[in-house]
């Protein structure tokens, strides 16, 4: 009877042995720790998905793991995968947040935890539970836009029309900053028209705007990143229209997607005799409309940099290093440290240089290159 008791307890403790080598595992499947979690906004847009792989990529060959989640839009479900990734034990959270205010409770649980929070691409307002900022400089972003529309303008009283991103987004507002300042002069001096904003057209005298009033500004001409939204409002916008403010026009338009909806929009009117429209991520998609003169430009985000910028910040943390910034950005709490990266603007003038020949895409993804 003594042996079959010792015999037992032996079974037990190699059970709670093996049950304890099995939670310690490095895989990040179900329990399992991760090192790094990270929170992208949706993968409804080629951008982020696009961000997904490059981090997977990033990380391949390093000791620690990742987990990716989409939020798709939802503040809710961003904070569910916040908590998700927590319960994994992460030391690294890196977030590019859905609505930059509503994401503070989120991150706010992660520093409760310990987790060192790095805001991506898009920064985390009114919290001081935010470590760092991994950005392209948002204000160049839109100054290029800007500078482009002047560049391509001919003669006086060329009719502007302004769209933006999403309100939620305090990337939107740099963005639109960013080009306001160097359009501004434009307006003033009479080479742009503003043809689809009365809230722009009451402060086309102000270069430097306050946030209410880019809010103001924003609640008019937002595209909520939305495509389809874009194009409803871009069609809305030129039923409206009188004959002096079409013929040739110039289109700010924030990002890829809601330009190519716009462009299509603005290129089936007959009263339109040209257009320029900007656009922002260097998206395939918008690369064949630029190719086929159907998008003037795009701002080239290298997201590869931005990516490595990211997992390096990430790798310093967990080495217990300091990572390397290059400047800050204030949060409406804290001052914010932050990594930038540049921006290159591309036209069909350089578009093979800045994205085959970099490597970034294939030449074979194209028609008429």
């Avoid at 709670?16 to 090192?35: P, R, W």
């Avoid at 908590?83 to 992660?110: Q, Y």
């Avoid at 290029?144 to 987004?169: F, M, R």
């Avoid at 701002?299 to 290059?326: N, S």
């Amino acid at each position: 009877m003594k042996k079959v008791w010792k015999l037992f307890s032996v079974l037990i403790v190699m059970t709670v042995l093996t049950g304890m080598l099995a939670a310690c595992s490095g895989t990040t499947g179900g329990s399992s720790k991760v090192s790094v979690g990270i929170v992208l906004p949706t993968k409804d847009e080629p951008r982020w998905v696009q961000d997904e792989q490059r981090f997977k990529d990033a990380l391949a060959d390093s000791d620690y793991t990742t987990e990716i989640l989409f939020s798709q839009g939802s503040s809710a479900k961003e904070k569910e995968n916040v908590e998700t990734l927590l319960n994994k034990g992460i030391e690294v959270l890196i977030i590019a947040p859905h609505d930059g205010a509503a994401a503070g409770s989120a991150v706010e649980a992660a520093k409760k935890e310990g987790v060192t929070v790095i805001a991506y691409d898009r920064l985390i307002t009114e919290t001081d539970a935010i470590d760092y900022y991994v950005t392209f400089d948002s204000l160049a972003v839109g100054a290029a836009q800007g500078q482009y529309l002047i560049d391509s303008a001919e003669g006086k009283n060329v009719p502007l029309y302004l769209y933006a991103g999403a309100s939620s987004d305090n990337n939107a507002f740099l963005f639109f900053e960013g080009a306001w300042k160097v359009l501004q002069p434009k307006i003033a001096d009479g080479t742009f028209v503003i043809a689809n904003s009365s809230e722009a057209e009451a402060l086309k005298d102000k270069q430097e705007l306050t946030r209410d009033e880019l809010g103001k500004i924003l609640g008019q001409v937002t595209t909520n990143w939305d495509p389809n939204e874009a194009k409803n409002k871009a069609q809305t916008h030129l039923t409206a229209a009188a004959a002096n403010l079409k013929g040739d026009v110039a289109v700010l338009a924030p990002n890829d997607g809601t330009a190519r909806s716009i462009a299509d929009v603005f290129g089936t009117d007959s009263d339109i005799s040209s257009f320029v429209v900007t656009g922002q991520d260097a998206e395939k998609a918008s690369i064949q409309y630029i190719i086929d003169g159907k998008q003037s430009m795009t701002v080239f985000k290298d997201v590869r940099t931005l990516v490595a910028d990211a997992i390096d910040m990430a790798i310093d943390i967990l080495d217990d290093k300091k990572p390397a910034t290059t400047g800050s950005y204030n949060n409406g709490k804290v001052d914010v440290k932050a990594k930038q990266t540049d921006v290159i603007v591309v036209d069909e003038e350089n578009v093979k240089k800045e994205l085959i020949d970099s490597e970034y895409y294939e030449a074979s993804e194209f028609k008429g290159l």
